[in-house]
């Protein structure tokens, strides 16, 4: 079965970076793009940016250029997300979630089929 | 981008139907047929029940149905039932090739 797995909780100060790694399993790793999503406490979900596993190319939403990094490992099934110059603002559970096409094999990944299960980054001083 | 639109919140007795709309403009919701719905209960991650605006994802119970007119979508829920309180997301497809936007979320309450 597919599966996501997350790194766990991070504590960081501002101004530091956090790397947080996703683990899959369950599919073939490179046949699948890959979601970043954030969602700080008590408020909505934030598209951070997706990375293709086969290739490594990346893009990110343009609130993040310049600060996010996602990257992968196919070696080990694995993708991951760093993020730098950490504020407060950054406190967040971050999600990877594996691209869906529909139904269609030439669709766009837009869509979020399975999750990981979450993992807290809190940037405090 | 900007976030789409989405009430904060609504609700509905068991057994009646509820609607909660997203807006966007004619870069995203209004220009393509890829929105998508999630539910989201709470401490759990989303979970994907519309897609391409008014598909269900195979294990969706066919009373959560989706629409879209214009620059807004719609999810439908009927024959609200309590386990449907949570949190629903809309997302659009936002341009190069693989960029999404989120709604700002709506809570659902089942009276």
């Known amino acids: 079965q597919v599966q996501l797995v997350q790194s766990g909780a991070e504590v960081k100060k501002p101004g530091a970076s956090v790397k947080v790694s996703c683990k899959a399993s369950?599919?073939?790793?490179?046949?699948?793009?890959m979601h970043w999503v954030r969602q700080a406490p008590g408020q909505g979900l934030e598209w951070m940016g997706i990375?293709?596993?086969?290739?490594?190319?990346?893009s990110y939403a343009q609130k993040f250029q310049g600060r996010v990094t996602m990257t992968r490992d196919t070696s080990t099934s694995t993708v991951y997300m760093e993020l730098s110059s950490l504020r407060s603002e950054d406190t967040a559970v971050y999600y990877c979630?594996?691209?869906?096409?529909?139904?269609?094999?030439?669709?766009?990944?837009?869509?979020?089929?399975?999750w990981g299960q979450g993992t807290l980054v809190t940037v405090s001083s | 981008q900007s976030a789409l639109t989405q009430p904060r919140s609504v609700s509905g007795s068991p057994g009646q139907s509820v609607t909660i709309s997203c807006t966007g403009t004619?870069?995203?919701?209004?220009?393509?047929?890829?929105v998508s719905w999630y539910q989201q209960h709470p401490g759990k991650a989303p979970k994907l029940m519309i897609y391409?605006?008014?598909k269900r994802p195979s294990g969706v119970p066919d009373r959560f149905s989706g629409s879209k007119s214009g620059n807004t979508a719609s999810l439908t829920i009927s024959g609200l039932q309590a386990e449907d309180e949570a949190d629903y997301y809309c997302?659009?497809?936002?341009?190069?090739?693989?960029?999404?936007?989120f709604g700002g979320g709506t809570k659902l309450t089942v009276l």
């Open positions: 004619s870069s995203d919701v209004g220009g393509y047929n890829y």
């Open positions: 997302c659009s497809y936002a341009g190069s090739y693989t960029n999404v936007v």
């Open positions: 979630a594996r691209g869906w096409r529909g139904d269609s094999i030439a669709a766009r990944p837009l869509y979020f089929d399975y």
């Open positions: 369950g599919y073939t790793f490179t046949s699948y793009y």
């Open positions: 391409d605006v008014s």
């Open positions: 990375i293709n596993p086969s290739g490594g190319s990346t």
